[in-house]
């Protein structure tokens, strides 16, 4: 649905343009960078860039099927902070957050989401397909470098938790309070704004950012999810009205509406 795609609102947030994530080369054609790197038998980076010496700390270890869910984890919110904490340092934490969202889009194509996960594939490959998503979305450098050196370090399939991470850092950082609104129809940009404000008023917040999702089952109005797990719930919706009223006439079962 469009709207599960649209960009998250923002009030207060003043993000930068988007930039080319390439540059140009000795021989005057449009190339990404190389990350300079070389990889040592302890199996960290020696480097004299700051990304690359960044992630090379996030380390694993062994013990059990619980023990690598809590490993891969620890790992994602591991990478998501490294990659923030030097965009946050050179000023283009913004246009990162950006490269994040979007890079999420693209990976709602699960084709490309296995293509990268596969162990089998040539890394060279991934890479390959990484920098055509990074020319076509003009990702930060610093954006294509660090998804590099996650394939290097076989830890590309991990992506879907690093962007969730990365969002939770990025709002830690900047103050962010994300709401979750929920309506029947996409809502025009003033009745978003007007929300965003509400739910500033509510936690005090910074900014606020608001991602919108479609959901006909609500018959007409609107929800906001917001908080710690989304822990605060407003129900506007006509369905709550209707479900309100059948508790308040008897009904021990919800309305069932047939369209």
């Given at each position: 649905?469009?709207?599960?795609?649209?960009?998250?609102?923002?009030?207060?947030?003043?993000?930068?343009?988007?930039?080319?994530?390439?540059?140009?080369?000795?021989?005057?054609?449009?190339?990404?960078?190389?990350?300079?790197?070389?990889?040592?038998?302890?199996?960290?980076?020696?480097?004299?860039?700051?990304?690359?010496?960044?992630?090379?700390?996030?380390?694993?270890?062994?013990?059990?099927?619980?023990?690598?869910?809590r490993m891969a984890e620890t790992a994602a919110g591991n990478y998501a902070t490294a990659l923030a904490e030097l965009a946050r340092s050179?000023?283009?934490?913004?246009?990162?957050?950006?490269?994040?969202?979007?890079?999420?889009?693209?990976?709602?194509?699960?084709?490309?989401?296995?293509?990268?996960?596969?162990?089998?594939?040539?890394?060279?490959?991934?890479?390959?397909?990484?920098?055509?998503?990074?020319?076509?979305?003009?990702?930060?450098?610093?954006?294509l470098n660090f998804l590099y050196i996650l394939v290097d370090n076989k830890r590309i399939d991990l992506i879907e938790d690093i962007i969730?991470?990365?969002?939770?850092?990025?709002?830690?950082?900047?103050?962010?309070?994300?709401?979750?609104?929920?309506?029947?129809?996409?809502?025009?940009?003033?009745?978003?704004?007007?929300?965003?404000?509400?739910?500033?008023?509510?936690?005090?917040?910074?900014?606020?950012?608001?991602?919108?999702?479609?959901?006909?089952?609500?018959?007409?109005?609107?929800?906001?999810?917001?908080?710690?797990?989304?822990?605060?719930?407003?129900?506007?919706?006509?369905?709550?009205?209707?479900?309100?009223?059948?508790?308040?006439?008897?009904?021990?079962?919800?309305?069932?509406?047939?369209?």
């Amino acid at each position: 649905m469009d709207a599960l795609k649209a960009s998250p609102v923002a009030l207060n947030v003043h993000c930068a343009p988007s930039t080319r994530a390439f540059q140009k080369g000795a021989n005057g054609s449009n190339c990404f960078k190389p990350l300079k790197s070389a990889f040592l038998r302890n199996g960290l980076y020696q480097t004299q860039n700051p990304l690359a010496a960044k992630v090379s700390q996030v380390r694993g270890g062994g013990g059990g099927h619980r023990s690598v869910v809590r490993m891969a984890e620890t790992a994602a919110g591991n990478y998501a902070t490294a990659l923030a904490e030097l965009a946050r340092s050179d000023k283009t934490l913004d246009f990162v957050n950006s490269d994040m969202e979007k890079l999420s889009q693209f990976l709602t194509d699960k084709m490309v989401y296995n293509f990268l996960a596969n162990p089998v594939v040539d890394p060279q490959k991934k890479k390959g397909v990484l920098e055509k998503i990074a020319d076509e979305a003009n990702f930060q450098p610093k954006t294509l470098n660090f998804l590099y050196i996650l394939v290097d370090n076989k830890r590309i399939d991990l992506i879907e938790d690093i962007i969730k991470e990365f969002e939770l850092v990025y709002n830690q950082m900047t103050d962010t309070e994300l709401a979750i609104v929920s309506s029947v129809v996409k809502l025009e940009n003033h009745h978003l704004a007007e929300i965003a404000k509400k739910v500033q008023s509510f936690t005090g917040s910074k900014n606020v950012r608001l991602k919108t999702v479609i959901d006909p089952s609500l018959i007409a109005g609107f929800t906001i999810r917001f908080g710690s797990s989304g822990s605060n719930f407003i129900d506007m919706s006509v369905r709550a009205e209707l479900e309100k009223l059948a508790g308040q006439i008897g009904y021990k079962e919800k309305i069932q509406l047939v369209s």
